[in-house]
């Protein structure tokens, strides 16, 4: 009965986590490419946020390779079970794929309300991964605690370019009333979809994976991940 409940249980964690480092990097590809039509020549910033997208990739091929180790597919999810998805809906009124990221980065008042919205999640997720960290059903796998141990010291670089945006711009920090959305949506996630997908025998597995027909170059996994 123990087996059964940590192999469900980081079955589980593994298939949102997927799901949200597939949502980020196709998401922050919209974002490079709106911030590369809008300021061609600022290299630092499309620099950082490359690194960002990047990053969200390489987290995303190491869950890939966990669950080919696993033999089994994610959980099918979809935007209902994404922390980015949910923030994006309730700060824009429209759902991720609706959004007009070009109209949102040339207006600087919508890219700045942008900025706090990835920052935000970006610092949530450094925490939530702090806390798995020290989660004894997570440490019993020593492949996916070497992958959050990767997340872990790449977060702190995520968060950056968009708080620099909005010093830079004399822009101001979240306000106590974002933070608590921020803190909603990730109890949401938490207490009520998680436990829901923990308990649900229904839900169906991926019959691909989410980057299936997506072009990409050599994806680098550090070691001790890849399959």
Known sequence: MLRWFRSRYLDVLGSIYIYNEHRGYTALDRVLDAVRRRSPDDAHLIGLIARHRADERKHYVMFKRWFERRGTMP??????????????????????????????????????????????????????????????????DSTLTRIFEVIHRDEPSHWAPYEGWLRDHGRRPARWWE???????????????????????????????????????????????AG
């Open 179 to 225: 933070r608590a959305i921020d803190g909603f949506v990730h109890s949401e996630l938490l207490f009520l979809k998680l436990p829901f997908l923990f308990l649900n025998p229904w839900i169906a597995r991926r019959a691909d994976w989410a980057d299936a027909g997506e072009t990409q170059p050599a994806d680098p996994v550090p070691a001790g991940i």
């Open 75 to 140: 959980m099918k999810l979809d935007r209902t079970f994404g922390h980015i998805d949910r923030f994006i809906e309730i700060m824009f009124r429209r759902t991720i794929d609706r959004l007009d990221t070009q109209a949102v980065v040339d207006r600087d008042d919508l890219f700045e309300r942008l900025c706090r919205v990835i920052s935000l999640t970006e610092q949530r997720g450094y925490r939530q991964v702090e806390i798995l960290l020290r989660n004894s059903m997570v440490r019993s």
